[in-house]
Protein backbone atom coordinates (compact mmCIF):
# COMPACT_ATOMS: atom_id res chain seq x y z
CA UNK A 1 0.00 0.00 0.00
CA UNK A 2 1.63 3.07 -1.29
CA UNK A 3 0.54 5.60 2.02
CA UNK A 4 2.52 8.11 4.16
CA UNK A 5 4.23 5.49 6.56
CA UNK A 6 7.04 5.85 9.20
CA UNK A 7 8.43 3.11 11.00
CA UNK A 8 9.25 3.30 14.75
CA UNK A 9 11.15 0.03 15.44
CA UNK A 10 11.35 -1.58 18.80
CA UNK A 11 14.80 -0.80 19.85
CA UNK A 12 17.72 -2.90 20.78
CA UNK A 13 17.83 -4.47 24.20
CA UNK A 14 20.91 -4.19 26.20
CA UNK A 15 23.42 -7.15 26.43
CA UNK A 16 23.23 -9.70 29.28
CA UNK A 17 26.29 -10.29 31.92
CA UNK A 18 27.65 -13.88 33.04
CA UNK A 19 30.24 -12.55 35.47
CA UNK A 20 32.25 -9.95 33.41
CA UNK A 21 31.47 -11.67 30.57
CA UNK A 22 29.12 -9.68 28.10
CA UNK A 23 26.30 -11.79 26.58
CA UNK A 24 23.97 -11.82 23.16
CA UNK A 25 21.52 -14.32 22.46
CA UNK A 26 24.14 -15.87 20.48
CA UNK A 27 25.51 -17.43 24.04
CA UNK A 28 22.59 -18.84 24.49
CA UNK A 29 22.18 -20.99 20.99
CA UNK A 30 26.13 -21.90 21.12
CA UNK A 31 25.77 -23.04 25.18
CA UNK A 32 23.24 -25.98 23.95
CA UNK A 33 25.62 -27.43 22.15
CA UNK A 34 28.37 -26.90 24.62
CA UNK A 35 26.16 -28.56 27.40
CA UNK A 36 25.67 -31.30 25.54
CA UNK A 37 28.76 -32.16 24.99
CA UNK A 38 29.91 -32.16 28.80
CA UNK A 39 31.72 -28.84 28.02
CA UNK A 40 29.97 -26.71 30.50
CA UNK A 41 27.76 -27.67 33.47
CA UNK A 42 23.89 -27.57 33.62
CA UNK A 43 24.38 -24.78 36.04
CA UNK A 44 26.53 -22.95 33.79
CA UNK A 45 24.31 -23.70 31.05
CA UNK A 46 21.47 -22.49 32.90
CA UNK A 47 23.47 -19.16 34.00
CA UNK A 48 24.09 -18.15 30.19
CA UNK A 49 20.60 -19.04 29.02
CA UNK A 50 19.15 -17.15 31.82
CA UNK A 51 21.41 -13.83 31.70
CA UNK A 52 20.99 -13.68 27.60
CA UNK A 53 18.19 -11.68 27.49
CA UNK A 54 17.88 -9.40 30.50
CA UNK A 55 15.14 -7.21 28.78
CA UNK A 56 12.79 -5.86 26.46
CA UNK A 57 14.45 -5.25 22.95
CA UNK A 58 15.23 -6.94 19.10
CA UNK A 59 18.22 -9.20 20.64
CA UNK A 60 21.48 -6.87 21.94
CA UNK A 61 23.51 -7.69 18.52
CA UNK A 62 23.57 -7.28 14.76
CA UNK A 63 21.19 -9.82 14.33
CA UNK A 64 18.32 -10.31 11.69
CA UNK A 65 15.58 -7.84 13.32
CA UNK A 66 18.59 -5.11 14.20
CA UNK A 67 20.02 -5.23 10.91
CA UNK A 68 16.70 -4.61 9.03
CA UNK A 69 16.00 -1.65 11.42
CA UNK A 70 19.26 -0.03 10.42
CA UNK A 71 18.13 -1.14 6.56
CA UNK A 72 15.15 1.09 7.04
CA UNK A 73 16.83 3.87 8.99
CA UNK A 74 19.09 3.86 5.55
CA UNK A 75 16.00 3.91 3.90
CA UNK A 76 15.08 7.11 5.01
CA UNK A 77 11.47 5.48 6.57
CA UNK A 78 12.22 5.98 10.27
CA UNK A 79 13.79 8.96 11.99
CA UNK A 80 17.39 9.69 12.70
CA UNK A 81 19.00 7.60 15.10
CA UNK A 82 16.19 5.34 15.46
CA UNK A 83 17.39 2.11 14.49
CA UNK A 84 19.96 2.14 17.60
CA UNK A 85 17.95 3.80 20.42
CA UNK A 86 17.41 0.75 22.58
CA UNK A 87 14.02 -0.05 23.82
CA UNK A 88 13.62 1.07 27.41
CA UNK A 89 16.42 3.96 26.75
CA UNK A 90 14.01 7.08 27.15
CA UNK A 91 14.95 8.56 24.12
CA UNK A 92 12.87 6.13 21.95
CA UNK A 93 9.04 7.55 23.17
CA UNK A 94 10.81 10.78 22.20
CA UNK A 95 11.28 9.05 18.49
CA UNK A 96 7.89 7.66 18.61
CA UNK A 97 6.35 10.95 19.71
CA UNK A 98 8.02 13.06 17.34
CA UNK A 99 7.02 10.37 14.49
CA UNK A 100 3.45 10.76 15.38
CA UNK A 101 4.21 14.39 14.72
CA UNK A 102 5.52 14.15 11.42
CA UNK A 103 3.45 11.26 10.28
CA UNK A 104 0.44 13.72 10.25
CA UNK A 105 2.80 16.50 8.27
CA UNK A 106 3.73 13.58 5.74
CA UNK A 107 0.16 12.99 4.97
CA UNK A 108 -1.00 16.59 4.91
CA UNK A 109 1.96 16.54 2.29
CA UNK A 110 0.86 14.10 0.38
CA UNK A 111 4.62 11.92 0.79
CA UNK A 112 3.93 8.11 0.58
CA UNK A 113 6.63 5.70 0.47
CA UNK A 114 7.26 5.33 -3.05
CA UNK A 115 8.23 8.95 -2.65
CA UNK A 116 11.04 8.15 -0.14
CA UNK A 117 12.17 5.11 -1.61
CA UNK A 118 13.64 4.87 -4.82
CA UNK A 119 15.93 3.02 -7.11
CA UNK A 120 19.02 4.78 -5.31
CA UNK A 121 17.26 4.57 -1.61
CA UNK A 122 17.99 1.08 -2.25
CA UNK A 123 21.75 1.57 -3.24
CA UNK A 124 21.60 3.64 0.01
CA UNK A 125 20.29 1.15 2.33
CA UNK A 126 22.59 -1.74 -0.15
CA UNK A 127 26.44 0.05 1.06
CA UNK A 128 25.30 0.96 4.61
CA UNK A 129 24.03 -3.42 4.95
CA UNK A 130 27.47 -3.73 3.50
CA UNK A 131 29.31 -1.29 5.66
CA UNK A 132 27.72 -2.71 8.91
CA UNK A 133 28.18 -6.15 7.83
CA UNK A 134 24.48 -7.12 8.19
CA UNK A 135 22.62 -10.56 8.63
CA UNK A 136 22.47 -12.24 5.47
CA UNK A 137 18.65 -12.62 5.73
CA UNK A 138 18.76 -8.46 4.54
CA UNK A 139 19.45 -9.83 1.17
CA UNK A 140 16.44 -11.46 1.23
CA UNK A 141 14.12 -8.70 2.24
CA UNK A 142 15.94 -5.66 0.55
CA UNK A 143 15.02 -7.41 -3.03
CA UNK A 144 11.68 -8.43 -2.23
CA UNK A 145 11.05 -4.61 -1.48
CA UNK A 146 12.78 -4.15 -4.85
CA UNK A 147 10.65 -6.25 -6.71
CA UNK A 148 7.41 -5.12 -4.93
CA UNK A 149 8.33 -1.32 -5.64
CA UNK A 150 8.40 -2.49 -9.39
CA UNK A 151 12.70 -2.18 -9.60
CA UNK A 152 14.76 -4.58 -11.74
CA UNK A 153 16.66 -6.15 -9.05
CA UNK A 154 19.29 -9.16 -8.63
CA UNK A 155 22.29 -10.64 -7.20
CA UNK A 156 24.81 -8.89 -9.47
CA UNK A 157 23.22 -5.92 -8.11
CA UNK A 158 24.57 -6.69 -4.58
CA UNK A 159 27.83 -8.15 -5.83
CA UNK A 160 28.49 -4.46 -7.48
CA UNK A 161 27.72 -2.61 -4.48
CA UNK A 162 29.73 -5.20 -2.02
CA UNK A 163 33.21 -4.65 -4.36
CA UNK A 164 33.04 -0.59 -4.24
CA UNK A 165 31.19 -1.04 -0.53
CA UNK A 166 33.72 -0.94 3.03
CA UNK A 167 32.99 -2.71 5.58
CA UNK A 168 33.27 -0.43 8.74
CA UNK A 169 31.65 -2.25 11.54
CA UNK A 170 31.42 -5.46 13.44
CA UNK A 171 29.09 -5.90 15.94
CA UNK A 172 28.81 -8.82 17.70
CA UNK A 173 27.89 -12.21 16.17
CA UNK A 174 31.17 -10.95 14.21
CA UNK A 175 32.83 -9.24 17.17
CA UNK A 176 32.11 -8.88 21.19
CA UNK A 177 30.55 -5.12 20.43
CA UNK A 178 27.22 -4.54 20.42
CA UNK A 179 24.30 -2.23 19.61
CA UNK A 180 24.73 -0.12 22.65
CA UNK A 181 28.40 0.45 21.31
CA UNK A 182 27.16 1.42 18.23
CA UNK A 183 24.46 3.93 19.37
CA UNK A 184 26.67 5.75 21.59
CA UNK A 185 29.62 5.60 18.12
CA UNK A 186 26.64 7.45 16.25
CA UNK A 187 24.94 4.82 15.24
CA UNK A 188 23.61 4.54 11.61
CA UNK A 189 24.11 8.55 10.40
CA UNK A 190 28.32 8.05 11.15
CA UNK A 191 28.11 5.05 9.24
CA UNK A 192 26.13 6.81 6.25
CA UNK A 193 28.65 10.15 7.21
CA UNK A 194 31.81 7.91 6.62
CA UNK A 195 30.48 6.92 3.24
CA UNK A 196 29.86 9.89 1.74
CA UNK A 197 33.54 10.94 2.37
CA UNK A 198 34.06 8.76 -0.56
CA UNK A 199 30.75 10.04 -2.29
CA UNK A 200 29.29 6.43 -1.62
CA UNK A 201 25.21 7.36 -1.22
CA UNK A 202 22.88 9.51 -3.23
CA UNK A 203 20.85 12.33 -1.63
CA UNK A 204 17.36 11.25 -1.25
CA UNK A 205 14.41 12.14 0.34
CA UNK A 206 13.91 10.84 3.49
CA UNK A 207 10.64 10.82 6.08
CA UNK A 208 11.86 14.33 7.73
CA UNK A 209 13.67 16.10 4.71
CA UNK A 210 16.87 14.48 2.54
CA UNK A 211 19.18 12.49 3.45
CA UNK A 212 22.67 14.74 3.26
CA UNK A 213 20.54 17.33 5.73
CA UNK A 214 20.09 14.08 7.94
CA UNK A 215 24.06 13.68 7.32
CA UNK A 216 25.70 17.15 8.21
CA UNK A 217 28.78 17.02 10.06
CA UNK A 218 28.43 13.55 11.34
CA UNK A 219 31.22 11.10 11.85
CA UNK A 220 32.17 8.40 13.87
CA UNK A 221 32.16 8.92 17.70
CA UNK A 222 35.00 6.02 18.56
CA UNK A 223 36.81 4.61 15.43
CA UNK A 224 36.91 1.08 17.25
CA UNK A 225 33.03 0.25 16.61
CA UNK A 226 32.70 2.66 13.44
CA UNK A 227 35.83 2.88 11.70
CA UNK A 228 36.98 5.72 9.84
CA UNK A 229 36.18 4.94 6.12
CA UNK A 230 40.44 5.65 5.32
CA UNK A 231 40.80 2.65 7.90
CA UNK A 232 38.20 -0.33 6.95
CA UNK A 233 38.23 -4.01 8.41
CA UNK A 234 37.94 -4.72 4.58
CA UNK A 235 37.85 -2.82 1.10
CA UNK A 236 34.81 -4.65 0.61
CA UNK A 237 31.35 -5.25 2.06
CA UNK A 238 30.66 -7.67 4.87
CA UNK A 239 27.90 -9.32 2.96
CA UNK A 240 29.12 -11.09 -0.15
CA UNK A 241 27.83 -13.23 -3.03
CA UNK A 242 29.67 -16.76 -4.10
CA UNK A 243 29.33 -18.33 -7.78
CA UNK A 244 30.19 -21.78 -8.96
CA UNK A 245 29.12 -24.56 -10.16
CA UNK A 246 27.50 -25.34 -6.82
CA UNK A 247 25.85 -22.16 -6.72
CA UNK A 248 25.39 -21.12 -10.36
CA UNK A 249 22.44 -19.11 -9.62
CA UNK A 250 23.96 -17.72 -7.03
CA UNK A 251 24.70 -18.00 -3.02
CA UNK A 252 25.77 -15.73 -0.23
CA UNK A 253 28.15 -15.75 3.22
CA UNK A 254 28.26 -13.05 5.91
CA UNK A 255 31.80 -12.59 5.61
CA UNK A 256 32.31 -10.05 8.46
CA UNK A 257 31.58 -12.97 10.85
CA UNK A 258 34.09 -15.10 9.30
CA UNK A 259 37.44 -15.51 11.82
CA UNK A 260 39.98 -13.90 9.80
CA UNK A 261 41.86 -17.54 10.81
CA UNK A 262 39.87 -19.79 8.48
CA UNK A 263 41.42 -19.77 5.27
CA UNK A 264 40.80 -17.33 2.33
CA UNK A 265 40.68 -20.85 0.06
CA UNK A 266 39.31 -23.85 2.12
CA UNK A 267 39.07 -27.16 0.94
CA UNK A 268 36.62 -29.88 2.69
CA UNK A 269 35.19 -33.09 2.39
CA UNK A 270 31.57 -33.13 2.02
CA UNK A 271 29.35 -34.99 4.54
CA UNK A 272 25.60 -34.20 3.34
CA UNK A 273 21.98 -34.11 5.25
CA UNK A 274 18.66 -33.72 3.42
CA UNK A 275 17.01 -31.54 6.36
CA UNK A 276 17.62 -29.36 9.31
CA UNK A 277 16.79 -32.38 11.58
CA UNK A 278 19.11 -34.58 10.03
CA UNK A 279 22.01 -32.28 11.05
CA UNK A 280 20.60 -31.48 14.19
CA UNK A 281 20.78 -35.49 15.45
CA UNK A 282 24.17 -35.56 13.73
CA UNK A 283 25.52 -32.56 15.83
CA UNK A 284 23.81 -33.63 19.27
CA UNK A 285 25.98 -36.76 18.71
CA UNK A 286 28.76 -36.99 16.56
CA UNK A 287 32.00 -35.43 16.28
CA UNK A 288 32.76 -33.09 13.54
CA UNK A 289 35.96 -33.67 12.02
CA UNK A 290 38.10 -30.49 10.70
CA UNK A 291 38.01 -30.01 7.14
CA UNK A 292 34.45 -30.93 6.90
CA UNK A 293 31.92 -29.21 5.30
CA UNK A 294 28.47 -29.79 6.25
CA UNK A 295 25.96 -29.83 3.72
CA UNK A 296 22.51 -29.25 4.51
CA UNK A 297 19.88 -29.31 1.34
CA UNK A 298 16.03 -29.22 0.70
CA UNK A 299 15.50 -26.66 3.17
CA UNK A 300 15.41 -23.96 0.45
CA UNK A 301 11.89 -22.23 -0.35
CA UNK A 302 10.43 -24.86 -2.77
CA UNK A 303 12.21 -28.22 -1.03
CA UNK A 304 11.53 -26.80 3.04
CA UNK A 305 9.60 -25.73 2.04
CA UNK A 306 9.71 -21.81 3.64
CA UNK A 307 13.73 -22.03 3.70
CA UNK A 308 14.33 -22.15 7.41
CA UNK A 309 17.14 -20.66 9.68
CA UNK A 310 20.04 -23.44 10.15
CA UNK A 311 20.51 -21.86 13.96
CA UNK A 312 21.20 -24.96 15.47
CA UNK A 313 23.97 -26.34 13.25
CA UNK A 314 25.86 -22.91 12.79
CA UNK A 315 25.81 -21.94 16.56
CA UNK A 316 26.97 -25.83 17.08
CA UNK A 317 30.23 -25.03 14.97
CA UNK A 318 31.02 -22.37 16.67
CA UNK A 319 30.17 -22.87 20.20
CA UNK A 320 32.17 -26.15 20.14
CA UNK A 321 34.93 -23.61 18.51
CA UNK A 322 35.13 -25.51 15.21
CA UNK A 323 34.44 -22.30 12.95
CA UNK A 324 38.11 -21.92 11.73
CA UNK A 325 37.94 -25.46 10.50
CA UNK A 326 34.68 -26.37 9.50
CA UNK A 327 32.08 -24.95 6.92
CA UNK A 328 28.47 -25.03 6.21
CA UNK A 329 26.80 -25.00 2.94
CA UNK A 330 23.24 -24.81 2.55
CA UNK A 331 20.10 -23.86 0.23
CA UNK A 332 18.15 -22.79 3.65
CA UNK A 333 19.09 -19.51 5.27
CA UNK A 334 20.94 -18.76 8.54
CA UNK A 335 19.96 -16.40 11.63
CA UNK A 336 21.70 -13.39 12.05
CA UNK A 337 23.43 -15.04 14.92
CA UNK A 338 24.99 -17.26 12.36
CA UNK A 339 29.12 -16.42 13.00
CA UNK A 340 31.64 -18.69 10.59
CA UNK A 341 32.33 -19.52 7.41
CA UNK A 342 28.50 -20.66 6.26
CA UNK A 343 27.22 -19.92 3.27
CA UNK A 344 23.65 -20.20 2.19
CA UNK A 345 20.74 -19.06 0.00
CA UNK A 346 22.25 -21.38 -2.41
CA UNK A 347 20.53 -21.32 -6.02
CA UNK A 348 19.26 -23.44 -7.59
CA UNK A 349 18.43 -25.37 -4.60
CA UNK A 350 18.68 -28.99 -4.34
CA UNK A 351 14.34 -29.20 -5.44
CA UNK A 352 15.16 -27.85 -8.36
CA UNK A 353 17.75 -30.35 -9.71
CA UNK A 354 20.77 -27.92 -8.43
CA UNK A 355 24.09 -29.35 -7.66
CA UNK A 356 23.81 -28.85 -4.18
CA UNK A 357 21.40 -32.35 -4.69
CA UNK A 358 24.05 -34.18 -6.64
CA UNK A 359 26.63 -34.10 -3.56
CA UNK A 360 27.49 -37.27 -1.52
CA UNK A 361 29.15 -37.86 1.58
CA UNK A 362 33.12 -37.83 0.64
CA UNK A 363 33.23 -35.39 -1.89
CA UNK A 364 35.72 -32.45 -2.19
CA UNK A 365 34.50 -28.83 -1.74
CA UNK A 366 36.52 -25.84 -2.67
CA UNK A 367 35.30 -22.65 -0.73
CA UNK A 368 37.43 -19.82 -2.37
CA UNK A 369 36.77 -16.14 -0.59
CA UNK A 370 39.10 -14.42 -2.65
CA UNK A 371 37.43 -15.57 -6.39
CA UNK A 372 33.86 -15.46 -4.34
CA UNK A 373 33.43 -18.93 -5.50
CA UNK A 374 32.05 -22.31 -4.16
CA UNK A 375 32.59 -25.85 -6.04
CA UNK A 376 31.92 -29.13 -6.23
CA UNK A 377 35.25 -30.41 -7.26
CA UNK A 378 34.44 -33.49 -9.25
CA UNK A 379 34.89 -34.83 -13.25
CA UNK A 380 32.15 -33.10 -15.13
CA UNK A 381 31.87 -36.79 -16.38
CA UNK A 382 30.56 -37.90 -12.95
CA UNK A 383 28.58 -34.93 -12.40
CA UNK A 384 26.80 -35.42 -15.72
CA UNK A 385 25.76 -38.54 -14.14
CA UNK A 386 24.42 -37.93 -11.50
CA UNK A 387 22.37 -35.42 -12.91
CA UNK A 388 20.71 -37.71 -15.31
CA UNK A 389 20.48 -40.28 -12.48
CA UNK A 390 18.71 -37.88 -10.14
CA UNK A 391 15.74 -37.59 -8.60
CA UNK A 392 14.24 -35.03 -6.36
CA UNK A 393 13.19 -35.87 -3.11
CA UNK A 394 9.73 -34.79 -1.86
CA UNK A 395 7.80 -34.25 1.22
CA UNK A 396 4.29 -35.00 1.61
CA UNK A 397 2.60 -32.29 3.27
CA UNK A 398 -0.84 -31.49 4.24
CA UNK A 399 -3.50 -29.19 2.52
CA UNK A 400 -2.19 -25.80 3.86
CA UNK A 401 -0.32 -22.76 3.96
CA UNK A 402 3.27 -24.39 3.52
CA UNK A 403 1.68 -26.25 0.29
CA UNK A 404 0.38 -23.53 -1.55
CA UNK A 405 3.56 -21.74 -0.68
CA UNK A 406 5.66 -24.41 -2.45
CA UNK A 407 3.17 -24.46 -5.27
CA UNK A 408 3.57 -20.54 -5.54
CA UNK A 409 7.17 -21.56 -5.99
CA UNK A 410 7.71 -24.09 -8.15
CA UNK A 411 5.31 -21.64 -10.82
CA UNK A 412 7.56 -19.00 -10.72
CA UNK A 413 10.60 -21.69 -10.86
CA UNK A 414 9.47 -22.75 -14.41
Known amino acids: ????????????MKPGKYGSQRLGVKAAFEARSQYERGRITKEVYEELISNACPGAGSCSGLYTANSMACVTEALGLSLKMCASTHAL?????VIAFESGKRIIELVRDGVTVKDVVTEKTIENALRVDMAI????????HVPALAEELGFKFDLSIIDEINASTPNLV????ANELYMIDFHKAGG???????????????????????LFDRLVGEKTGNSDVIRPI?????????LAVLYGNLAEEGAVIKEAAVSKNFPRVFNG???????????????SKEEVEKGTVLVIRYEGKIGGPGMREMLYPTSAISGLGLDEDVA????????????????????????????????????EIRIDLEKKRIDLLIDESELTKRRRNFKAKVKSLPYGVLRNYKQMNEKQAI
Do not use: W
Not at 230 to 238: D, I
Not at 276 to 282: A, G, K, M, P, S
Open 1 to 12: MNLPSIFVTGGP
Open 133 to 140: GASTNTLL
Open 230 to 238: EKPYSKTGG
Open 170 to 173: RLNP
Open 188 to 210: IPAVMGELQKKALLHNTLTVDGN
Open 328 to 363: LITDGRFSGASKGPCIGHIQPEAALGGTIALVINGD
Open 269 to 283: KARVFDSEEEVNEFL
Open 89 to 93: DPAKE
